[in-house]
């Protein structure tokens, strides 16, 4: 019997060759793919919710400010406060150095840059500049609440940070 099998020369039974990892199958390119588009939809949720973030922020104060308004009636405070919430937007819009230093008709003119349009200079934004050295500032609170609203509800995104 050992003759026969030594005259076949039969072979040992031959394994595959071992799968290779590369090129990945079809599936795991599906859920590279899907990966890095959950992570590109992430990236800019998190910017857009991060740029509106400023604005819902200053809307919400902008509130409370109309709500101690209608309360208190006080139009000198009124407007300080306007004045202060301003001044921080434009700072966190375009960084200390730029805003910090604007005085007068300087800022009016950066507050109608940024939010696009007159409002400020030609109008009853003028109140900012002008009610620190008014004996009375009756009546002008109201109006200059509803320039703010529309100067947020219009606020361009600069090179908010």
Same mark, same amino acid.
């Given at each position: 019997?050992? =003759?026969?099998?030594?005259?076949?020369?039969?072979?040992?039974? %031959?394994?595959?060759?071992?799968? =290779?990892?590369?090129?990945?199958?079809?599936?795991?390119?599906?859920?590279?793919?899907?990966?890095?588009?959950?992570?590109?939809?992430?990236?800019?949720?998190?910017?857009?919710?991060?740029?509106?973030?400023?604005?819902?922020?200053?809307?919400?104060?902008?509130?409370?400010?109309?709500?101690?308004?209608?309360? %208190?009636?006080?139009?000198?405070?009124?407007?300080?406060?306007?004045?202060?919430?301003?001044?921080?937007?434009?700072? =966190?819009?375009?960084?200390?150095?730029?805003?910090?230093?604007?005085?007068?008709?300087?800022?009016?003119?950066?507050?109608?840059?940024?939010?696009?349009?007159?409002?400020?200079?030609?109008?009853?934004?003028?109140?900012?500049?002008?009610?620190?050295?008014?004996?009375?500032?009756?009546?002008?609170?109201?109006?200059?609440?509803?320039?703010?609203?529309?100067?947020?509800?219009?606020?361009?995104? %600069?090179?908010?940070?």
């Amino acid at each position: 019997m050992t =003759s026969d099998a030594s005259r076949l020369q039969l072979r040992d039974i %031959h394994l595959p060759e071992p799968i =290779s990892w590369w090129p990945p199958a079809t599936g795991w390119w599906l859920l590279a793919a899907l990966a890095v588009l959950l992570l590109a939809a992430m990236v800019l949720l998190l910017t857009y919710r991060r740029r509106t973030r400023l604005k819902r922020d200053a809307q919400a104060e902008l509130r409370q400010i109309q709500d101690q308004y209608r309360q %208190h009636q006080n139009d000198s405070l009124t407007i300080r406060q306007l004045s202060t919430l301003l001044r921080r937007v434009a700072i =966190s819009c375009d960084g200390r150095k730029q805003v910090a230093s604007l005085t007068g008709t300087a800022w009016l003119q950066y507050l109608d840059q940024l939010g696009g349009g007159t409002q400020f200079t030609a109008g009853a934004g003028r109140m900012l500049v002008e009610a620190p050295y008014r004996r009375q500032t009756e009546n002008c609170a109201a109006e200059l609440l509803e320039i703010c609203q529309g100067w947020l509800n219009n606020l361009r995104s %600069h090179g908010q940070r």
